[in-house]
C-alpha cells in the first residue's frame, strides 16, 4: 500500500487566537453512541480546528485523524492512511493486526474493509476516527468503502466525518432511526460573546456596540470573522471599516468565489444571486423571483447538502442565506445592472404585500423603481403601521417616494404629519398638514376626513373644524383602523368639551378594537389617554392602573422614549407621589426626564420635572425641592396646559412653599394659578392657607367653606381632602376637640377613594398628633388613617437613638404582654423592663404604652411604617 505522508494523518495545531467551544465538544462527545457524527458547513466555519481542539483536549479517547484530499479518491491511498492513522493510535497493541503490512486487493474493496473491521474489533479500547474534508471524495468506490465501513463499524469506534457537503452516505435513513449526530452551521456559528473573544484573542478590544455590528454582519462566520480581524487590525477606524464590510469585500469575496461559489453550478449560482435581494426569503418569493417552480426544493437541498441557506421557519416556509454570501451574491448581482435589480424587487414588493407584510413589502418597493407601486402600497399600508407603532418604515417609505409626491396626496401628506409628530417633528408635521388642506379634494372622504382629525388634534397646532365634524357624526369608516382612529378623535374633541364620560366611552372603545386587531401603539396610545381622563376626573387609581400597563406595552415593544410612553410615566410618577410613595415617585420622574424634552410633550415634561421637585422636597431636601418646582414652571413658561394641570402642579409648589414658610414663594405659584385658571375652589384653599399661616383663622374657615358643603367647583378632588384637613388645624386651634375629630376622619373619607396620602404628610402637627391620639377609632377608615400615619413625608426614622434593647421592649409594647410577662420573655427583672420604656418614652415623647406604639409607628420603628 502507499506511504502515508506524517503531516496527513496528525491532528493540525489550533492557532492562538482560537475560540473553544465546550458546548460543541459536549455534543461531540455524546455522538460516540451514534452510528455517524457528521460535523457539515460551508468553507470557513471551523470544521476542522473544532475537531483538532476537541481530538487533543478529549485525552481519554484515541483519535485517528485523516485529512483528505484529490488523491484520496484512489481507494489504496485512503485506506492506507486510515489504516496508517489507527495504528499510530497509542492504545493499540504492538501485536495488532493494525501494525502488520497490509497489501491491496484489488478489486476486493469489501473484503479489505471487513478485514479491517475484525482488526478493529480486536481493539482492547474505544477509539475515535476523524476524516477531515469528505467532501474531496467523489469517486464511487472511495465511497462505497466509506458506506461499509459506516454500516459495519465496530460500536466502540466512533467516527466522525467533516464535510463542506452532504456526503452520499444514507443520512436521511440514519437520522430517521436516530443514529446520525449532526453538528451543521447554525450549530457552528459563533455567538456574540465568542466573537468577542475571538477579538480579543486577536488583539482587537471591540466595544459591544461593534461585536453587535460585526456578529450582524458576519452572522458569526468564522472566517468572515477572521477576516474582519485582519481588516479592523489595519484600519484607522474601527465604526467605519464595520460599516463597510460586506460580501463586496476584496478578501471576502476572493475568499467566497475560492472556497464556496467555484464549486456551485452556474444554475445555482444564480439562483442564489436572485434571492439575495430579501432576507428572509420565503420558498414561495424564491419560486416568483427565479420562476422556478421546484425553488423551495431547491432551497431544501442547499440547507442539508451545503448549509448555505438556513431555514428560519418564519415567515412561512422561509430561508436565510449566509450574510456575508448573500451581500457578495447581491454586489454580484448589481454589477448585472440596476434595472434587474429594480424589478426583482417590485416582484418581492407585491409578494410580500399579497402576505400582509407591510414593513417588507415597502422597503422592497422603496428600493424598486415603481413610484406607482410605493404609492399604492402606502395608500394601503399607512395607516395600520401607524397603529402598530412601525413608524420608522413609513418615513422610509415616505422620504423614497419624495416630498414634492408626498405634498400633492393627502393619504400621503396625512401620514407623513402623524409620523413626524411621533417622531417629535412638529415643524415638519405642519407643513404636512398644510399641504394637505391646500390639496384636499372636493369630495373627501369619511377615511381621508379622520385621519386629518386625528393630525390635527395630535398637537399640529392648526385650528381646523374637522375635529368637531367627526365627533357630531354617527358615521365611522367599516374599516377597523379607520374606525379606531374616528373613536381616538372623538374622544380627543370630548375631553377637550370637558366630556369626561363621553371621552371616556371613545377610548374604551378605540382601545377594545386595537387589541383585537393587534393595534399594539394604538393601545398604548388609548391606555394613556385613559390615564388622562382618570387624572382630571381624580381617578388617581383608575390612573395608576391603566398608566402602569401603557408603560408595559411600551416596555414590550421598545417604545419608552415615545411622547405617549412620556405622559404615562408622568402621570404613574404623579400617583405615586400622591399615594406618598416619594421613592418611587423620584425614581419614575427620573426616568421620564432621561431621554430629554424632546421625547416628551412640554406638559409632561412640566408634570415630571415638578413631580420630580415635590418627591425630592418630600425625601427630606426641602430647599432644592421647593427650587425645581419652580424651576419647573419657569420652564414650562406660556406653553398652554389643562386647569386640572395647572393646579396640580400649582398646588406642589405652593404646598412646598408655605411649608418652608416662603410666603412670596407660595404667592407666587398661587397667582400663577388665579392667571391660568381663574377662580376655583383650590385657589380658594390655598388662599385659605396663607390666612391660616397669618393666624387669621375665621377668615381661612370662611374661605374654604363654599369647598367643604360642596358649593364651591374644585379642580383637583384632592383638594378637598386638603380642605378638611385645614379645618381639623383650625378646629384643633379654636379647641373644638370634636369637632376636629369629625374634619379629621371626613378628610380619611375623602382621601380613601383618591388614594391620596399625601396630604396627610404634609399636614399640621397637631393634625398628626390627633391621628396619633384618634388611632383605631375612625371605624372604616382605620386603614387609610394608619397609612397617613406611616407616611410622615421626610420624616427620619428615630431608630438611632433608641438602643438595641430599647428596641427590643418596644418591640413587645404592642402585644397583650404585661411588663412582668415581658421581662419573663427576655429573662430580665421587670424593674429593668420599667426602665427601658421610661426611657422608651422619653426619646418618643409620649406619655402612655399606645402612644408610645403609635409613636413607633409613625416614625418607622414597628410594622408598616418601618421603611
Not at 236 to 250: M, P, V
Not at 567 to 582: D, H, K, Q, V
Amino acid at each position: 500500500m502507499p506511504l502515508v505522508p506524517a503531516v496527513k494523518i496528525t491532528v493540525p495545531q489550533v492557532p492562538p487566537e482560537f475560540v473553544a467551544r465546550a458546548e460543541l465538544y459536549a455534543e461531540l462527545d455524546a455522538g460516540a453512541a451514534a452510528d455517524l457524527s457528521l460535523v457539515c458547513a460551508p468553507a470557513g466555519y471551523g470544521k476542522t480546528l473544532l475537531l483538532a481542539d476537541w481530538a487533543r483536549t478529549s485525552a481519554a479517547v484515541d483519535t485517528a485523524w485523516v485529512g483528505l484530499d484529490r488523491d484520496d479518491n484512489d481507494p489504496s491511498r485512503l485506506w492506507a492512511s486510515v489504516v496508517a492513522a489507527v495504528a499510530g493510535c497509542p492504545s493499540v497493541p504492538p501485536d495488532s493486526r493494525l501494525n502488520a503490512p497490509w497489501a491491496w486487493p484489488l478489486g476486493a474493496l469489501p473484503e479489505f474493509v471487513v478485514e479491517f473491521v475484525d482488526a478493529l474489533q480486536a481493539l482492547p479500547q474505544p477509539l475515535r476516527l476523524i476524516l477531515d474534508d469528505v467532501h474531496e471524495l467523489v469517486d464511487p468506490e472511495a465511497l462505497h468503502g466509506v458506506r461499509i465501513f459506516t454500516r459495519i463499524k465496530p460500536a466502540a469506534v466512533q467516527l466522525v466525518l467533516a464535510s463542506r457537503l452532504d456526503p452520499p452516505l444514507s443520512l436521511p435513513r440514519l437520522r430517521l432511526a436516530g443514529r446520525l449526530q449532526e453538528l451543521r452551521a447554525a450549530q457552528l456559528s459563533f455567538t456574540r460573546h465568542q466573537a468577542a473573544a475571538l477579538m480579543e484573542k486577536s488583539g482587537l478590544h471591540l466595544t459591544e456596540q461593534q461585536v453587535e455590528v460585526l456578529h450582524r454582519r458576519t452572522g458569526g462566520w468564522a472566517a468572515g470573522l477572521r477576516l474582519a480581524a485582519l481588516g479592523m487590525g489595519k484600519s484607522a477606524d474601527r465604526d467605519i471599516f464595520l460599516t463597510q464590510f460586506s460580501g463586496a469585500d476584496r478578501s471576502v469575496a476572493d475568499y467566497l468565489v475560492g472556497e464556496i461559489l467555484s464549486g456551485l453550478p452556474e444554475d445555482v449560482q444564480e439562483f442564489l444571486r436572485v434571492i439575495s435581494i430579501s432576507n428572509p426569503v420565503p420558498a414561495g418569493l424564491a419560486a416568483e423571483l427565479s420562476g422556478l417552480d421546484e425553488a423551495g426544493s431547491m432551497l431544501d437541498r442547499l440547507q442539508h447538502r451545503t448549509s448555505l441557506v438556513t431555514a428560519t421557519g418564519w415567515p412561512h416556509e422561509a430561508y436565510r442565506v449566509q450574510e456575508l454570501l448573500r451581500t457578495h451574491l447581491l454586489a454580484d448581482l448589481q454589477r448585472q445592472g440596476e434595472r434587474r435589480v429594480a424589478d426583482l424587487h417590485g416582484v418581492a414588493a407585491r409578494w410580500w404585500a399579497g402576505q400582509d407584510e407591510p414593513v417588507r413589502a415597502l422597503d422592497h418597493a422603496a428600493q424598486g423603481r415603481e413610484a406607482a407601486l410605493l404609492t399604492d402600497l402606502l395608500h394601503r399600508f399607512a395607516v395600520p403601521l401607524l397603529l402598530v407603532g412601525e413608524h420608522e418604515p413609513l418615513r422610509r417609505a415616505l422620504s423614497r417616494i419624495g416630498a414634492h409626491a408626498t405634498a400633492l396626496d393627502p393619504w400621503l401628506s396625512l401620514p407623513s404629519a402623524l409620523s413626524n409628530l411621533e417622531a417629535g417633528e412638529l415643524l415638519a408635521a405642519q407643513g404636512d398638514l398644510r399641504h394637505a388642506r391646500q390639496f384636499w379634494p372636493a369630495y373627501g372622504t369619511v377615511e381621508l376626513t379622520v385621519l386629518r382629525a386625528v393630525a390635527e388634534q395630535f398637537g399640529a397646532g392648526i385650528p381646523d373644524p374637522v375635529p368637531s365634524a367627526i365627533a357630531n357624526t354617527d358615521e365611522l369608516p367599516a374599516e377597523p383602523e379607520l374606525e379606531a382612529l374616528a373613536r381616538l378623535s372623538r374622544g380627543n374633541v370630548r375631553l377637550e368639551h370637558d366630556d369626561r364620560a363621553g371621552a371616556r366611552t371613545e377610548f374604551e372603545a378605540a382601545l377594545a378594537l386595537s387589541r383585537r386587531h393587534g393595534f399594539d401603539y394604538l393601545q398604548m396610545q388609548c391606555l394613556a389617554l385613559l390615564g388622562v381622563v382618570a387624572a382630571v376626573s381624580g381617578d388617581l387609581r383608575t390612573m395608576r392602573a391603566v398608566s402602569s400597563e401603557a408603560l408595559l406595552a411600551a416596555a414590550d415593544h421598545g417604545w419608552e422614549r415615545t411622547s405617549w410612553s412620556t405622559a404615562a410615566t408622568a402621570m404613574l410618577a404623579y400617583s405615586e407621589l400622591m399615594r406618598s410613595e416619594a421613592t418611587d415617585a423620584e425614581r419614575l420622574a427620573a426616568d421620564g426626564l432621561a431621554p430629554g424634552p424632546a421625547a416628551s410633550s412640554p406638559q409632561s415634561w412640566f408634570t415630571l420635572q415638578a413631580v420630580h421637585g415635590a418627591a425630592v422636597f418630600d425625601l427630606g431636601d426641602r430647599a432644592a425641592g421647593l427650587a425645581e418646582l419652580q424651576q419647573a414652571r419657569s420652564d414650562f413658561g406660556a406653553d398652554e396646559a389643562g386647569a386640572e394641570q395647572c393646579a396640580s402642579m400649582a398646588s406642589l409648589e405652593f404646598r412646598a412653599a408655605l411649608f418652608l414658610g416662603h410666603a412670596a414663594a407660595a404667592r407666587s405659584a398661587l397667582a400663577w394659578l388665579a392667571e391660568r385658571a381663574g377662580d376655583s375652589g383650590d385657589l380658594s384653599t390655598m388662599r385659605a392657607w396663607v390666612e391660616f399661616a397669618g393666624g387669621r383663622r375665621d377668615q381661612a374657615r370662611s374661605l374654604i367653606r363654599p369647598v367643604l358643603n360642596g358649593s364651591a367647583r374644585t379642580l383637583l378632588p384632592s383638594t378637598v381632602v386638603d380642605a378638611w384637613l385645614l379645618e381639623t388645624s383650625i378646629a384643633v386651634t379654636a379647641g373644638e376637640r370634636p369637632a376636629a375629630r369629625r374634619a379629621l376622619q371626613t378628610a380619611l373619607a375623602v382621601a380613601e377613594p383618591l388614594d391620596a396620602i399625601r396630604p396627610f404628610a404634609l399636614a399640621e402637627p397637631s393634625v398628626r398628633e390627633l391621628l396619633v391620639h384618634q388611632h383605631g377609632s375612625f371605624g372604616a377608615w382605620d386603614e387609610v388613617a394608619d397609612r397617613a400615619l406611616a407616611a410622615g413625608a421626610g420624616r427620619t426614622p428615630q431608630r438611632a437613638i433608641l438602643s438595641e434593647r430599647e428596641i427590643t421592649v418596644l418591640g413587645l409594647l404592642p402585644s397583650l404582654l404585661s411588663l412582668d410577662d415581658i421581662a419573663a420573655d427576655l429573662t430580665v427583672s421587670v424593674n429593668t423592663v420599667k426602665s427601658h420604656v421610661r426611657s422608651i418614652y422619653a426619646k418618643l415623647g409620649v406619655s402612655s404604652r399606645r402612644l408610645a406604639v403609635l409613636a413607633a409607628h409613625e416614625h418607622g420603628l414597628l410594622g408598616s411604617g418601618a421603611r
